[in-house]
């Protein structure tokens, strides 16, 4: 079960995944909780300073997938590489430095309620750095700022609504300017408007302070705007990767449909029965075979 | 050193213009703003990289010098730190809003009495309106829960049987010791197990067991409607007509009623118990007559005073809880402060309703 901690990777593997200067790769995870596979088999390759988005529908198994890529959660099988290095194979101190320079923005905030939101943002800046108590409350309000509300920062998180809340999270996630930050459904129950600048601000964190980012979302059109890369994922598994323009080239009728935000058609025969008992059509349905 | 020279002070800031070198430069801009007269210049010219640290010293350094009247230039900004400011206003940054203002002493005495106040008059109309609802339920075609009720009669009698039991015995064995001390100066050593019995049933048992209930039963209620009201819970079985008052609270405040009592008479019998093995050990009385004695000192009226005053400190500790964990607002800090507060407030409203019991007696004899 612990092979990830002494094999290797062949090296043609690596070429077949297109892993190159790659600042984080991900091989053969597989994750099981009490026996159920939750994530099956999901290779994936980050280059350094690009936004690489993971799509999926609800409960496929994003947010673990973004547990696993922090150094949050060990998978089952399958291993976790950062620069090159296996994160759940080097000593926890190594972990934790590295720790230092990533950010995660958390689905549901994840902000401590015993704080104010400027302290929260400033919490990892007075824990890790040794910079004077000025400018780590300025650094705070620039963050806060960043993502409109400053005008809040003296408010206890329980007083936020949820896509304030949010929004604090992600101040928080940047506040120490990491290298790498994962954002875990970042616009998800925001506003259009509020959502099109949360992408704007991805976007600038990309091309300002080059930071590489993988973000986690539901939304199709903001994925579309940010990603170099993505992962299509369904039940834990990979459905498709690839720049957007490939993912939009796909023939593959799942991703078409995902994509496309076609709605299953209605099941004719369940409409016909529908109309007759309403009262909209006389006629009772034909019965259909049973695999028609 | 000519005139020119302290009117403008220009700092120029490394290529590096991070976390490293910014709490050095810091020094040498206040120092800049300190010595200036009019002007200060920033000059970014030479910066390479930076990070958050060195744009916040550039705020830092707008502020200082707004506060100091200076005009303040900044030089050599390029695209990046432009692209950068781009997400902020800078406005917005250099307005620190007020501070709020903290509480006086006398404020704060005020603040420590006001919540028993509070807690002890939302408790006693919590139950006034949760008894009424239950009364009322079956009339309204509602279910009475008495399910509900044998549970939490169960969570808080049977989790505290023990810790009740064993203080209860050891009580007793103090208390007899210490009549003892007094009373074997008069040769009266029997009478340590009228003192025993009669103490216990009519106020330490009851007193007691209210002080242990409250600590365990009501810091758990408070805690746990609490997190309800946190997370929306309490807000939801409203929305779906479910009201918290007969829904949560009064199978809290019956189950109480009844399991306090039931506490209480373990506690005394404990009591009796250990003073009955001081008695029979150390002092050396006829285990039968220190039974003979009990049975005669104890009257109906004392137990049955010990069944009232459990039931109605059981009441009071679930109203108090409830009241307190309904009320909370502002996060698990408040979970806390309600959970703080309904052991507090409960425990000053037994011994305040025990007193008048106690005048209540007196006046009535
Ligand atoms: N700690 C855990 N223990 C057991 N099962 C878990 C645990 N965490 C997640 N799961 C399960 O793993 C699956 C994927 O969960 P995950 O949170 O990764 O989904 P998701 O893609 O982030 O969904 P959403 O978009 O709704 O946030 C779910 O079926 C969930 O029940
Ligand atoms: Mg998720």
């Not at chain 1, 799509?55 to 959660?73: D, E, F, Q, V």
């Not at chain 2, 695209?79 to 917005?92: A, I």
């Not at chain 2, 009720?149 to 208390?175: H, K, P, R, S, Y």
Request: net charge negative.
């Amino acid at each position: 079960m612990f092979f990830r901690r002494t094999r290797s990777i062949p090296e043609e593997y690596l070429q077949n995944i297109g892993a190159h200067d790659d600042l984080l790769r991900a091989l053969f995870v597989m994750t099981q909780f009490d026996g159920r596979t939750v994530l099956d088999g999901v290779d994936l390759a980050i280059r350094r300073g690009e936004i690489f988005v993971i799509l999926g529908p609800s409960g496929c198994g994003k947010t673990t997938l973004l547990h696993h890529m922090a150094g949050m959660l060990p998978p089952t099988m399958g291993s976790i590489q950062i620069d090159g290095k296996d994160i759940y194979g080097i000593p926890p101190a190594e972990l934790d430095e590295l720790r230092t320079h990533m950010g995660f923005s958390f689905q549901h905030g994840a902000l401590l309620n015993s704080m104010s939101v400027l302290d929260n943002i400033c919490l990892p800046l007075r824990e890790a750095t040794q910079l004077p108590e000025m400018l780590i409350r300025d650094i705070g309000r620039i963050k806060l700022d960043m993502v409109g509300l400053i005008h809040a920062q003296d408010l206890e998180p329980s007083d936020l609504s949820g896509g304030m809340r949010k929004r604090a999270a992600i101040a928080r996630a940047i506040a120490m300017d990491p290298d790498l930050v994962f954002f875990d459904e970042p616009s998800a129950g925001l506003d259009p408007i509020t959502a099109a600048e949360i992408d704007n601000l991805i976007l600038k964190l990309k091309t300002v302070f080059g930071i590489t980012m993988v973000v986690v979302t539901h939304d199709i059109p903001s994925a579309f705007t940010i990603a170099d890369h993505m992962i299509l994922l369904l039940d834990g598994q990979q459905l498709a990767k690839g720049s957007p323009e490939e993912i939009l080239s796909s023939k593959d009728p799942r991703v078409v449909n995902f994509i496309g935000r076609t709605m299953p058609l209605a099941d004719p025969a369940k409409v016909d029965i529908l109309n007759y008992v309403a009262g909209v059509d006389s006629r009772l349905p034909e019965p259909r075979g049973a695999n028609s | 050193m000519s005139p020119s020279a302290t009117e403008s002070v220009a700092i120029l800031m490394p290529s590096r213009f991070d976390r490293e070198t910014v709490p050095a430069l810091l020094q040498e801009v206040r120092r800049g703003i300190h010595e200036g007269q009019h002007r200060i210049c920033l000059d970014l010219r030479e910066v390479e990289s930076f990070d958050s640290a060195g744009m916040a010293l550039v705020v830092g350094a707008l502020r200082a010098a707004r506060e100091a009247g200076l005009q303040i230039e900044i030089q050599g900004v390029q695209d990046s730190v432009y692209d950068f400011f781009s997400l902020v206003s800078v406005e917005r940054l250099l307005e620190e809003p007020q501070a709020l203002p903290r509480p006086g002493f006398i404020e704060g005495l005020g603040g420590l009495a006001l919540p028993l106040a509070e807690g002890s008059q939302k408790g006693a109309i919590l139950i006034g309106r949760s008894m009424w609802g239950w009364v009322l339920s079956p009339f309204r075609g509602q279910k009475l829960r008495l399910g509900k009720i044998a549970e939490e009669i169960f969570q808080a009698g049977n989790g505290a049987m023990f810790i009740v039991a064993l203080i209860g015995f050891l009580l007793g064995l103090i208390l007899a010791m210490q009549a003892w001390v007094q009373l074997k100066i008069f040769g009266a050593d029997i009478f340590v197990a009228d003192m025993v019995a009669v103490g216990v049933t009519r106020e330490i048992g009851p007193l007691m067991t209210g002080v242990l209930v409250a600590a365990r039963s009501g810091s758990s209620i408070a805690a746990r409607l609490g997190t309800m009201v946190i997370n929306e819970e309490v807000d939801a079985l409203e929305q779906m007509g479910i009201h918290p008052n007969r829904y949560l609270v009064a199978p809290k405040v019956l189950g109480l009623a009844m399991a306090t009592p039931c506490l209480t008479l373990v506690f005394c019998t404990m009591a009796i118990l250990g003073g009955w093995l001081f008695g029979v050990t150390t002092v050396g009385l006829d285990a039968m007559a220190y039974i003979e004695q009990t049975h005669q000192a104890l009257r109906t009226a004392d137990i049955l005073a010990a069944v009232i005053k459990g039931a109605t400190f059981g009441a009071l500790i679930a109203a108090v809880a409830c009241s307190l964990g309904l009320g909370v607002r502002g996060g698990p800090e408040g979970v806390g402060r309600a959970t703080t507060r309904a052991v507090v407030t409960s425990i000053f409203l037994i011994i305040l309703v025990d007193a008048f019991f106690v005048l209540f007696v007196k006046l009535g004899a």
